[in-house]
């Protein structure tokens, strides 16, 4: 992985980080995490589930399926890039950039679900530092944004 460039927000860069999520000591001393997740960043969603102490599974999803998640972390392209590039600058996300604060500073919040269900809502808290470190191991590769990729 080092040394190459995935694209945010793509189906590979979610796989990458699965990959080293299911390898890394620290995501499973974190504890058992069992919920079904999305992240939506503008029209782009993908649907992450975590079982026990691993990612078993991350796919392209749609509008329709957030109403079969748990919870999904909703932000536009500009605020996952400044929380992805602040944790590839700095190993980690720092107190500003963390989910948790995010979720505090956005007018909305960070996390939503779909069907109003206050107990799959507060997975997102339940699991947050684990959700945390997912996103904190994207510092191990590079992260190029959508709209910095001419190709598409």
């Not at 991350?58 to 996952?80: C, R």
């Not at 808290?125 to 910095?148: C, G, H, I």
Request: proline fraction near 3%.
């Amino acid at each position: 992985m080092a040394g190459e460039a995935l694209v945010f927000p793509s189906l590979e860069w979610f796989e990458a980080v699965q990959a080293l999520a299911n390898e890394d000591p620290e995501f499973r001393n974190l504890g058992s995490i069992d919920t079904k997740m999305g992240v939506k960043s503008g029209s782009n969603i993908f649907l992450i589930t975590f079982q026990a102490l691993k990612c078993i599974e991350v796919s392209a999803g749609t509008d329709d399926d957030l109403f079969e998640l748990d919870f999904y972390l909703d932000m536009p392209p500009e605020t996952w890039q400044e929380m992805l590039t602040n944790i590839k600058e700095n190993g980690a996300a720092d107190h500003q950039h963390t989910l948790n604060t995010l979720d505090l500073r956005l007018p909305d919040g960070l996390s939503s679900n779909a069907t109003g269900d206050q107990f799959k809502a507060d997975m997102f808290f339940r699991y947050n530092e684990s959700l945390q470190q997912f996103f904190n191991l994207s510092a191990q590769f590079d992260t190029v944004f959508r709209d910095e990729v001419t190709s598409e």
